[in-house]
């Protein structure tokens, strides 16, 4: 079953090329994927761990801006500085969460909520790193000589990647680590009875899902070849917690789902002129309100009966 | 007889005093704020991210009503109304419907209404950045060396009359008896014959209007335009964390403290970073004092 979705994910991955008819939809199709696989990281966190970030934006500025600035001003290989990036996100995430993991609660959200805008008001305000507000320009990727250039060479790269994560992260699920987390976010004081060091777990996976969302905004920001502080601000948080939760929570197709519909949406309501965020905010309260639990979850239990 | 004192520490002195005025006006926005999380908290576990949104609404309002040439106090009294039932209409159409939800599909919820609300007010009254008159227009008073608008005692005022009326409405009123009740346990409410519904919808049209008050309030001092309400509902979010989720004193507690931390560290370190500094509060609260300041010891039964 799981080796069938993944399967299946990957034929679609290769076969959607024929279908797209411009640089405008591989473009398209790159950030679904770029999106795709944060929010399987963030999934991780919230689904499995039952632990919200509201600030993993920040985690992915981090990268972004690492592989913006460590290459151009101070003369760093890309991939090094990617590696920065999410070694230093990785650092931040443990050093934030350390204490907070010992409570329960939402704490989590209110500390991630302060770190995102943190970071975003760090990079607006150190120009002379950063370019301030108005951003600055990313060095292009390049890789034993050979330049990354391209939607269509990107698109493998993604493509690649995403399917990478899939398999990696459905199989975590299957794994000690992925059934301790389980039984964490079923209950608790059940797992910690069992045996479940609770306060580690929580913390790994939230180290883990920063890790990935720093390596990820590296390598869009390589794509891009631009960036602005609002890659770590608080909407383009929210935007990912709430791919989690329309994909559905703990579902790892249900990430890939959350993450293609919710980037293609502003695509589609950007024909509404003006009335985006309004059509955008009333789709969130339908979705919400009619399928609390995610679209895969709620059509999963409905084909199962 | 008045001590000669030198003169710089004299001015040193006023400087102080005039940070802690204009920290306390704004702090006294956000413990509104605060309260108005505070009170869904309580009455629902919802956290209301809309909240911002009444701020700005308050204000906007006033702005298009007295714009429409209402006199002040009728524009006021509907800047206050319309959000309290803008505030019903949320809990009614969005939050009552999704009853049993999970906590992060609530706070998507309550996400979406904030942008319906942002992108309706964006779509109606424009992009521009609105003011109106102080509400009195008195010489601003000279205490120390610090200069106190007449804005700024208004705003202190109204917020203390509204600290001390909440107080007597949960303290001596049924309907405040009943919502207390409901927080503490919703099932046990119902059974003594409250209605936990109408508990609901109350508290949202409560802070929503204690939203809009707070915003009406701050508007003459630093402006309004329709994106405001995201950074003054986060900070207030921030001040009901702060002082401890639940708590209305810490509420109070929380907003004052974080609105005079923001306006020391604008004033004596950066005014670029001011905005981080409610935020970088959270984190020293949190570390500390994990339940925040007057946050309840609770013990989760199993």
Redesign the interface.
């Known amino acids: 079953m799981k080796l069938r979705g993944i399967l299946l994910l990957g034929a679609i991955l290769l076969l959607l090329p024929l279908l797209l008819p411009n640089a405008f939809y591989y473009d398209l199709a790159v950030r679904m994927a770029i999106n795709a696989v944060v929010v399987l990281g963030l999934n991780l966190l919230i689904g499995f761990a039952g632990q919200i970030s509201l600030g993993h934006a920040g985690f992915y500025g981090i990268g972004a801006y690492a592989s913006a600035i460590l290459p151009t001003q101070f003369g760093w290989h890309p991939l090094a500085a990617l590696a920065a990036g999410a070694l230093a996100a990785a650092a931040l995430a443990a050093l934030v969460a350390k204490p907070i993991f010992r409570l329960r609660g939402h704490y989590l959200a209110m500390a991630t909520l302060g770190l995102g805008i943190v970071i975003t008001i760090v990079l607006k305000n150190e120009a002379a790193y950063t370019g301030g507000p108005d951003g600055m320009a990313v060095p292009p990727l390049a890789l034993f000589g050979f330049e990354l250039s391209g939607e269509k060479q990107w698109y493998w790269v993604f493509a690649a990647n995403l399917m990478f994560s899939v398999w990696a992260c459905s199989n975590l699920m299957d794994s000690p680590f992925g059934r301790a987390l389980r039984a964490l976010h079923g209950s608790e004081v059940a797992s910690q009875g069992a045996g479940v060091d609770v306060a580690r777990y929580k913390m790994a996976i939230f180290v883990f899902s920063a890790f990935f969302a720093s390596i990820m905004g590296s390598l869009a920001a390589h794509y891009i070849g631009f960036i602005t502080p609002n890659v770590a601000d608080f909407s383009h948080s929210i935007e990912l917690v709430t791919m989690v939760v329309v994909g559905g929570m703990a579902s790892v197709l249900g990430s890939v789902v959350g993450a293609v519909l919710l980037t293609a949406l502003p695509q589609a309501l950007a024909t509404f002129e003006g009335w985006e965020t309004v059509a955008f905010g009333v789709i969130l309260v339908l979705f919400m309100v009619v399928l609390p639990r995610g679209l895969v979850p709620t059509l999963a239990a409905r084909f199962a009966r | 007889m008045r001590p000669r004192v030198p003169r710089t520490e004299n001015r040193m002195a006023s400087q102080f005093l005039q940070f802690l005025i204009s920290g306390l006006t704004v702090g006294a926005t956000y413990a509104l704020a605060a309260l108005g999380f505070t009170l869904i908290y309580s009455a629902s576990n919802v956290?209301n991210f809309a909240q911002g949104e009444f701020i700005m609404l308050g204000g906007m309002l006033t702005v298009y009503f007295t714009h429409a040439g209402l006199p002040l106090p009728v524009a006021v009294a509907l800047a206050i109304a319309v959000p309290a039932l803008v505030g019903m209409l949320v809990e009614k159409?969005?939050i009552e419907?999704?009853k049993?939800?999970?906590?992060?599909?609530?706070?998507?919820?309550t996400?979406?209404?904030?942008?319906?609300?942002?992108?309706?007010i964006?779509?109606w009254l424009g992009k521009g950045t609105f003011t109106f008159e102080p509400f009195t227009s008195g010489a601003p008073i000279v205490i120390g060396g610090a200069v106190l608008q007449s804005q700024c005692l208004w705003v202190l005022g109204v917020t203390a009359a509204i600290v001390v009326a909440l107080w007597f409405f949960f303290r001596h009123t049924l309907a405040g008896k009943a919502i207390l009740a409901t927080s503490c346990n919703p099932v046990a409410a119902q059974l003594v014959g409250i209605d936990t519904k109408w508990v609901l919808l109350v508290s949202f049209a409560l802070s929503a209007a204690m939203g809009a008050v707070g915003g009406i309030l701050l508007t003459p001092l630093t402006m309004t335009s329709y994106d405001v309400g995201?950074m003054l509902g986060?900070k207030g979010?921030?001040a009901a964390?702060v002082g401890g989720l639940g708590s209305g004193l810490g509420a109070l507690a929380g907003g004052l403290l974080g609105g005079i931390v923001e306006a020391m560290a604008a004033g004596y370190i950066s005014s670029?970073?001011k905005?981080?500094v409610?935020?970088?509060l959270?984190?020293v609260i949190?570390?500390f004092m994990?339940r925040g300041l007057f946050g309840a010891k609770v013990t989760?039964r199993?």
């Open positions: 956290i159409l969005a419907p999704a049993g939800a999970e906590v992060v599909s609530l706070i998507i919820i996400i979406g209404a904030s942008l319906v609300i942002r992108g309706v964006q779509i995201i986060l979010f921030v964390v670029a970073y905005d981080a409610p935020f970088l959270i984190f949190l570390f994990p989760e199993v």
